[in-house]
């Protein structure tokens, strides 16, 4: 689908359905440009009001208007027009119409004519989503697809700004794509060796360096984290390594990625209730490659390296066993109470083992604890970390994006006896079950010592039960646009 910039007026330029966005005021809705006037005044005697994603589809002549209510201007946001263009695109579709124009709004609450015609951009195309790549879709169904969108700009000084918005957008959207086509796959398709060859696609696609490192291997290697776990699964498990590495680079960041394909809990077998969403365990995993594809498609001036550990969580005769101990990478021992609580165990692995590339920053990604999903719900990540700077950061990409986070204490009570073994180093879980995020936490800080580190805890936001506006049921995409926003702003 091609999104293309045009200076004008909506109404002079139109291509396919004219996108008017309606802002909800005490008795009529009104609207930023003034053009609007007279058909808002139109719509709201049929009660239209404005409100968010309120749609109203009208006739006109030959053509079709689309209003789109975006609430009340004191709200005004980028995400609002994110939402407001993923509403429309959807609005047009569903219709069985193939485009869509729309203006680019201007006001101070908004920013810079590349910003709002990013929001735009990305709120339709991740808006009109779908993972439909399994189905045998009637050819009316088929046939429903969006061709085309206008993005209108009113004065002609805008439209390169606009253009560069776009082209970001369009990375970021199609990174995305990859990381939701990831999780939503079933874990009989996205197998270890399937996201080894997904790292190797993009390393190919954008000249980064990727390495593999089979269960074979890792065996010998030492990686025992990885390896307890993936020990009793048929599908041999992938350690990945993915290097992004332009020339000049202002840092080096680390991102650490859970790649769970599929978590039944291991011999501490999880409740068959729900058990089928847990192919999403990999979502840490998935967002880490879309990161670096987006990253490396944007040329972003930062040395960037994925590890990820993928692999499924199964129950068999070569599992291992509550009890078992076994000695990770960087040699510390760790009694495994609970094989149910395997996310930690390959996580600390893979931070380990970011220390050789002496990065700057370390982040790790992982739909790691149950218990994040009852303390956060679906709108906030957990964010656990040592270093106040990068803490702050995070939080302000994820403020931007509206992929928020939300901090947790790493208070020293949370670990120590906690997490304390008597016959090895650590256990994997504490015997309280209190505070399970941050325990968890606590957990993968034993393995970052010297790291400028922060943990992004997913379990609740990487998947949707509820479809919004530019998120459909299903796999979000959740970290990548807020790894991107992060990383695009420097040091
Ligand atoms: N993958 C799960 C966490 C999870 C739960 C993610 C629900 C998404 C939704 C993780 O491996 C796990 O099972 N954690 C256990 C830890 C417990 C045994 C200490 C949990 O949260 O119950
Ligand atoms: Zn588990
Ligand atoms: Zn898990």
């Excluded at 009001?49 to 689309?66: D, F």
């Excluded at 996310?343 to 990065?359: E, I």
Aim: charged letters at 25%; hydrophobic letters at 45%.
């Amino acid at each position: 689908m091609r999104i293309q910039v045009k200076t004008g007026r909506l109404g002079q330029v139109q291509d396919g359905v004219a996108v008017f966005t309606a802002l909800e005021g005490e008795e009529h809705p009104s609207s930023l440009l003034p053009s609007h006037g007279r058909l808002l005044s139109l719509v709201s005697r049929s009660g239209f009001r404005g409100a968010l994603n309120e749609t109203i589809l009208l006739p006109e002549g030959k053509r079709w208007v689309l209003v789109v209510g975006i609430g009340k201007m004191k709200d005004l946001s980028l995400d609002r027009v994110r939402q407001m263009a993923g509403t429309a695109a959807k609005a047009v579709r569903a219709q069985g119409l193939k485009r869509l124009t729309i203006p680019v709004l201007s006001h101070r609450a908004l920013g810079s004519a590349a910003e709002v015609a990013q929001a735009i951009a990305e709120g339709a195309l991740l808006g009109l989503y779908r993972y439909d790549k399994l189905k045998q879709l009637p050819k009316h169904e088929q046939s429903r697809r969006i061709e085309g969108i206008t993005l209108v700009v009113e004065r002609a000084g805008d439209a390169a700004s606009a253009r560069q918005g776009v082209a970001k957008a369009e990375a970021i959207a199609e990174a995305v794509t990859l990381t939701r086509d990831l999780i939503n796959g079933p874990s009989n398709l996205v197998t270890p060796t399937r996201l080894a060859d997904e790292a190797r696609a993009i390393a190919r696609r954008y000249r980064l360096k990727c390495t593999v490192t089979p269960f074979a291997q890792l065996k010998r290697l030492g990686f025992g984290g990885i390896v307890g776990v993936a020990q009793g699964a048929t599908h041999p498990a992938q350690f990945i390594v993915l290097d992004y590495s332009p020339a000049r680079a202002k840092a080096t960041y680390a991102l650490c990625g859970k790649g769970i394909t599929f978590d039944t809990g291991g011999i501490n077998i999880k409740p068959s209730a729900k058990m089928e969403l847990m192919k999403y365990d990999m979502a840490g995993a998935a967002a880490v490659l879309g990161t670096l594809k987006a990253a490396a498609s944007l040329k972003l001036p930062v040395r960037i390296i994925g590890i990820i550990a993928a692999t499924d969580n199964m129950p068999s005769g070569s599992a291992q066993k509550p009890g078992d101990v076994l000695r990770t990478l960087s040699g510390k021992t760790v009694e495994v109470l609970n094989t149910d609580a395997e996310g930690r165990l390959v996580l600390s692995d893979c931070l380990h083992y970011a220390k050789r590339f002496k990065p700057d920053y370390t982040i790790d990604l992982a739909t790691l604890t149950g218990a994040c999903v009852v303390a956060l719900g679906s709108e906030a990540i957990g964010l656990m970390a040592n270093d106040e700077r990068l803490a702050a950061r995070i939080t302000q990409a994820g403020e931007r994006t509206r992929e928020r986070v939300w901090r947790l204490p790493l208070w020293e009570e949370f670990g120590g006896q906690m997490i304390k073994s008597d016959i090895a180093d650590l256990r994997n879980v504490t015997n309280t079950g209190e505070a399970g995020t941050i325990t968890a936490a606590k957990f993968l800080e034993a393995f970052t010592e010297g790291l400028r580190w922060a943990h992004l805890d997913i379990a609740g936001t990487a998947w949707a039960e509820r479809p919004k506006p530019y998120v459909p049921k299903g796999a979000v995409g959740i970290g990548v646009r807020l790894l991107i926003e992060l990383l695009s702003n420097g040091k």
